[in-house]
């Protein structure tokens, strides 16, 4: 019998808040062990916990980034265990009605052959969607450190606000589980430094991940025995356990056993999953309401400001923001531009925010001419201007939107200009220099420079051939070379013939000029 993987994800994302959930304390990493605690945070008797207003507002726009419903109701409940680092004995979570719900994330991932992309997306016909069950709002727990000889325990994570993200069982493998987590992050992760929902620094342990595990027959409904590895703590150690954990039920259900719900830890030096207790069930939680806080019902105003938010951050993600630009300026488009971008284009732009939010400014200027140039100003943002910047001494982690100070329609013209064959890759690359250079210059001082570089340029097919005769007579090798059939050796010649023109010769009228007579 054939078996095949069902996975589900629960993600833990510490929020980027100033302070924690129920208390003022300072929500900050690397302070000295336990200086950011209170009665609050550590569960004194007396206390009453007063949620954080900031903390509702990023789980809400995270429920609107992940395409979900809010519901008009929520509450919060206690979740009894004892944990060492756990101070209250119990954790303050949303049970039964969190502050989203119904939501998915759609991703780019091809698993091969077989593989059924779901929704809408022409830019990548190989793509993932993952339902979202619910993202719900909660409090970490401290941080339990064991030495030689005894243990100790920091509390200042205690109380911090964390969102867990609880995927539906859509996740068909190891492979799957990595790019759904990316993709996670990169939304959470968007809207630059003031508007993210978390830093998602898995070095500071900002998002940790509990992976469910089940194997059925092919073709099955049925849910086999859920076997849950807990907080994982990257990403690429969940894609390790996961390839781990689904051969080990293989071999298990292959040999004649028995799985059974559990949970299991991930070794990562020995590469194996180790069993560390038989499930618990909700019941054993004993979930009921916390008598201490109100339940949460948003006014229509405070949704509205916080979707506002969504909205502008939703185009900064870039799985979206390579779906717009590719459903705009690809070669699907309602309006297919005369150079159209490629998906990997698209990808490249998407993957650089101000790349993409470059590229968008240049072709909405006098968008009926210059959408036709989307590629050719695409290339030029992602190949010569960000390398300009980074030959001036802008470090790549430094790039954005205010190093890329270009006039408006500048890098267009440019574009449109060189794909028209109007002036040289030398003339393209000394205006690009004088973007970044000479911050000054103003779209008119560009078109000038088009126009009188235009005017310059040698077009005499006469003058041209002359060249050509030149450059064909000095090179025999590439000439010799383009006739045994290495297309390639043609660029060498168009080169020599550029260097005698000084660089004024009409690229397109040297490449037609030079085939035809080394054809002849």
Request: charged share 25%; proline share 6%; aromatic share 8%.
């Amino acid at each position: 019998m054939e078996y095949e993987a069902v996975i589900g994800l629960e993600t833990h994302v510490q929020l980027k808040t100033k302070s924690k959930m129920w208390c003022g304390c300072a929500n900050q990493y690397g302070s000295d062990p336990n200086t950011n605690v209170c009665p609050v945070c550590l569960g004194l008797p007396g206390v009453l916990p007063v949620p954080n207003d900031e903390a509702l507002r990023l789980t809400v726009l995270t429920g609107y980034l992940l395409n979900c419903e809010i519901p008009r109701f929520a509450k919060f409940d206690r979740k009894s265990y004892f944990y060492p680092d756990a101070p209250k004995n119990y954790q303050l979570t949303q049970y039964d009605k969190p502050s989203t719900a119904n939501g998915f994330v759609d991703f780019e991932f091809n698993s091969g052959a077989g593989f059924q992309p779901v929704g809408r997306l022409e830019a990548c016909p190989t793509m993932a969607r993952v339902r979202i069950t619910r993202a719900h709002l909660e409090e970490d727990v401290g941080k339990s450190f064991h030495f030689e000889r005894n243990s100790g325990v920091d509390f200042n994570r205690a109380g911090v606000p964390l969102m867990e993200i609880v995927s539906e069982p859509d996740i068909t493998s190891a492979d799957m589980a990595y790019a759904y987590l990316n993709a996670l992050v990169e939304t959470l992760y968007a809207g630059g430094e003031n508007k993210r929902v978390s830093d998602c620094d898995m070095e500071k342990g900002m998002v940790r991940c509990d992976v469910n595990i089940s194997m059925r027959p092919v073709g099955s409904k049925e849910l086999g025995a859920k076997i849950e590895i807990k907080n994982m703590n990257s990403f690429s150690g969940v894609r390790r356990a996961a390839e781990y954990e689904i051969a080990r039920q293989i071999e298990v259900l292959k040999s004649g056993g028995k799985l059974i719900q559990s949970t299991r830890r991930w070794d990562d030096e020995a590469g194996i999953t180790d069993e560390m207790r038989t499930k618990e069930h909700a019941h054993d939680y004993r979930y009921f309401p916390d008598p201490d806080l109100m339940p949460l019902a948003p006014t229509d105003a405070w949704l509205a400001e916080v979707k506002a938010v969504a909205d502008e951050i939703r185009p900064c993600i870039p799985f979206n923001a390579k779906r717009q630009i590719w459903d705009f300026y690809g070669a699907n488009a309602p309006r297919p531009p005369k150079f159209p971008l490629s998906a990997y284009d698209s990808g490249a732009l998407a993957a650089h925010p101000p790349s993409a939010s470059l590229f968008l400014q240049e072709v909405s200027y006098n968008h009926s001419y210059y959408l036709d140039y989307a590629k050719p100003i695409a290339n030029l943002i992602l190949n010569n201007l960000k390398s300009e910047y980074l030959a001036s001494g802008i470090a790549p982690g430094q790039l954005d939107s205010s190093n890329f100070l270009v006039p408006p329609s500048g890098v267009a013209q440019i574009a449109s200009a060189s794909a028209e064959k109007k002036i040289s890759n030398v003339t393209v690359q000394k205006m690009i220099h004088e973007l970044v250079v000479n911050k000054n210059l103003t779209a008119e001082d560009v078109k000038r420079t088009i126009a009188k570089e235009s005017s310059e340029q040698v077009s005499d097919t006469g003058a041209i051939e002359k060249f050509c005769d030149e450059a064909i007579a000095a090179n025999p090798n590439p000439v010799a070379d383009y006739k045994a059939g290495k297309v390639a050796a043609l660029n060498s010649l168009k080169g020599q013939v550029m260097k005698l023109s000084k660089g004024k010769a009409n690229p397109a009228l040297v490449g037609e000029i030079l085939e035809r007579k080394l054809k002849s």
